[in-house]
């Protein structure tokens, strides 16, 4: 009887040994699997930022030295179809021309106007602290004549040279807003009767990133015409 039990009880020890065993070749394996992050989609660069337009077309008439001078040609552009703004600027212009002549030293300077004068030119003179010795010898507003006098003087074996003379003076320049320095330089202008060959005709000046506010300050262009 012990011997059956015995034998009973090691075939149920086989049995559930060969069971376990069969369960845990069935189960899968665990494996852990790495998270990778979804890729993103590429973002693309914004496009550059587009050129700024051109600024429009603008044409200046000038310079005119005299009020006078520049209402008539205010009404003249006007008359002929322009809208003009007009605008006060400072230039350096022609103040005649001058004759003189350089010296070594003072010596040479009373030398050379003794020579002026005994040739009957009354109107020259030493100039005084003068770091050149000059010797004036007149000042014309005509180029040619000043060019006569340097001429009469240099026969004296003296070197006397013209220099143009210029000084800061308040000027008046038109502006033609939307007209191109092309297009207002056509037979239109002329026919105006402006006297063109004393006047330039140039492109409208760059506005100055720090200049007043319209109506202030001594270049503000102000509207003539329409």
Same mark, same amino acid.
């Given at each position: 009887?012990?011997?059956?039990?015995?034998l009973?009880?090691?075939?149920a020890?086989?049995?559930?040994?060969?069971?376990?065993?069969?369960v845990?070749?069935e189960?899968p394996a665990?494996t852990?699997?790495?998270n990778?992050?979804a890729? *993103?989609?590429a973002v693309? +660069?914004?496009p550059?930022?587009a050129?700024?337009p051109?600024?429009p077309?603008?044409?200046?008439?000038?310079?005119?030295?005299?009020?006078?001078d520049?209402?008539t +040609?205010? &009404?003249?552009l006007t008359e002929a179809?322009?809208?003009?703004? *007009?605008r006060?600027?400072?230039e *350096?212009q022609p103040? !005649?021309?001058?004759?003189?002549?350089?010296?070594?030293?003072?010596?040479?300077q009373?030398?050379?106007?003794?020579a002026?004068m005994?040739a009957?030119?009354r109107?020259?003179?030493?100039?005084?602290?003068d770091?050149?010795?000059?010797?004036?010898?007149?000042i014309f507003k005509d180029?040619? %004549?000043a060019?006569?006098? +340097? /001429?009469r003087? *240099? &026969?004296l074996?003296?070197?006397a040279v013209?220099?143009q %003379?210029?000084r800061e003076?308040s000027?008046?320049?038109f502006?033609?807003? !939307?007209? /191109? %320095?092309?297009?207002?330089?056509?037979?239109r202008?002329?026919?105006? !009767?402006?006297?063109l060959?004393r006047?330039?005709?140039?492109?409208?000046?760059a506005?100055?990133?720090?200049?007043?506010?319209?109506g202030?300050g001594?270049?503000?262009?102000t509207p003539q015409?329409?």
């Amino acid at each position: 009887m012990i011997r059956i039990l015995v034998l009973v009880l090691l075939a149920a020890n086989l049995l559930y040994w060969g069971w376990s065993n069969w369960v845990h070749d069935e189960d899968p394996a665990l494996t852990a699997v790495k998270n990778t992050p979804a890729a *993103q989609p590429a973002v693309a +660069a914004p496009p550059p930022p587009a050129a700024p337009p051109a600024p429009p077309p603008c044409s200046t008439l000038g310079p005119f030295t005299t009020e006078l001078d520049a209402l008539t +040609a205010q &009404r003249k552009l006007t008359e002929a179809g322009w809208g003009v703004m *007009q605008r006060e600027t400072k230039e *350096q212009q022609p103040e !005649g021309y001058w004759v003189s002549v350089a010296n070594a030293n003072a010596s040479a300077q009373w030398r050379t106007l003794n020579a002026i004068m005994s040739a009957g030119i009354r109107d020259a003179f030493a100039m005084p602290d003068d770091p050149e010795f000059r010797v004036s010898v007149g000042i014309f507003k005509d180029e040619d %004549r000043a060019e006569d006098r +340097a /001429a009469r003087v *240099q &026969r004296l074996k003296l070197d006397a040279v013209v220099t143009q %003379r210029m000084r800061e003076q308040s000027v008046i320049w038109f502006d033609v807003p !939307g007209v /191109a %320095r092309e297009t207002l330089a056509d037979g239109r202008l002329a026919a105006t !009767g402006l006297p063109l060959e004393r006047l330039r005709i140039e492109e409208c000046p760059a506005p100055a990133t720090d200049a007043p506010p319209s109506g202030t300050g001594a270049e503000a262009a102000t509207p003539q015409g329409v």
